[in-house]
């Protein structure tokens, strides 16, 4: 890395680093942009070459929760764990970062759904848990257990979707309820399908 480029990484980092204290301490909606570069020591049109949006910084954080977690759930499967409790491990992960972090992670997790189609694709890209839980997949396909008509990359984001809705729900509506019993329901509905099982002995 040239003498620029690691000039540019420390500022972005002392940017991060202080919008991150700010929005922990004041709130999200109630920091503003100048007051993030005046935290960090730079101009307000430096914020806005590194972080185009407030939302954007939150970008970067969601990326480092999600890298971390990669990393663990890649160990435990090198580790031969059953790839379904670390999916599980995955989503109460998420679930649990999610009930800490609330008013952190709800601004971002509403970035994907942002109309302007630039801003849901960077939030779409730097939140990649569909392609992590596809990963967790492999193994179960390679086994026969899951599907063999879908691919991964649709099971892995259909499951990631419902962790997204689970918590945009789960904060509008029963922010008094454990999110990761609410999204435990929703896989074990994903997995094992809605539809009434007959009982052992009975005839089809």
Do not use: C
Not at 23 to 44: N, P, Y
Not at 154 to 163: E, F, K, P, Q, V
């Amino acid at each position: 890395m040239g003498v620029r480029e690691y000039q540019k990484k420390r500022r972005r980092d002392r940017i991060f680093q202080a919008a991150m204290a700010l929005f922990r301490e004041r709130g999200f909606q109630a920091t503003t942009a100048t007051d993030i570069a005046k935290a960090a020591h730079v101009s307000r049109g430096t914020f806005f070459n590194y972080y185009p949006y407030k939302e954007a910084v939150l970008l970067d954080y969601g990326s480092l929760l999600l890298s971390g977690l990669k990393e663990e759930v890649r160990r435990r499967l090198a580790q031969g764990m059953d790839p379904l409790a670390v999916l599980r491990f995955l989503l109460e992960e998420v679930a649990r970062a999610t009930e800490a972090e609330k008013d952190l992670l709800l601004p971002l997790l509403y970035e994907l759904l942002n109309p302007d189609p630039v801003r849901a694709k960077a939030a779409f890209e730097a939140l990649p848990l569909g392609d992590l839980i596809a990963e967790v997949l492999r193994p179960l396909r390679e086994r026969g257990v899951v599907r063999q008509d879908l691919s991964l990359e649709r099971m892995g984001r259909t499951l990631a979707d419902l962790y997204f809705l689970a918590a945009l729900r789960w904060a509008a509506y029963t922010p008094h309820r454990s999110l990761s019993e609410e999204l435990e329901k929703s896989l074990s509905l994903a997995l094992e399908g809605i539809l009434a099982r007959s009982p052992k002995g009975a005839r089809a």
